[in-house]
């Protein structure tokens, strides 16, 4: 069973920037890819950022790229997501996730396990 545990979330204002980290225990991370995906109030939770297990290969949402930055260290059993140029509409709580295989995904049903979430509130 692998436990995820989320922190870094916090306010902010727009333009700023947040660092989010995910610690792992359990399992073998660095067999696990991991994903950040995020929900805000009234909708669906939506994809974020995806790497796959040795951190060579990441894919992102339209809606970030260029902005975030999900990275790994397998020596650590963490993930951490790079936040910066934050908008308003970024804003929702963030959920680190993993998987039992090496290859990254943005689908929400590939992940096995999942974090209880950390708050990112963007506002002036």
């Known amino acids: 069973q692998v436990q995820l545990v989320e922190s870094g979330g916090g306010l902010v204002q727009p333009g700023g920037s947040l660092r989010l980290s995910c610690a792992a225990s359990?399992?073998?991370?660095?067999?696990?890819?991991m994903g950040w995906f995020r929900q805000a109030p009234g909708k669906e939770r939506e994809f974020v950022a995806t790497?796959?297990?040795?951190?060579?290969?990441?894919f992102y949402a339209d809606s970030v790229k260029g902005r975030f930055t999900i990275s790994r260290d397998n020596a650590k059993n963490a993930v951490y997501l790079q936040m910066n140029s934050l908008k308003p509409e970024d804003t929702a709580v963030y959920y680190c996730?993993?998987?039992?295989?090496?290859?990254?995904?943005?689908?929400?049903?590939?992940?096995?396990?999942w974090g209880q979430g950390t708050q990112v509130t963007v506002s002036s």
């Open positions: 359990g399992g073998t991370f660095s067999r696990y890819a």
């Open positions: 790497i796959n297990s040795n951190g060579g290969r990441t």
């Open positions: 996730a993993s998987k039992r295989d090496i290859y990254y995904s943005r689908y929400y049903s590939s992940y096995d396990y």
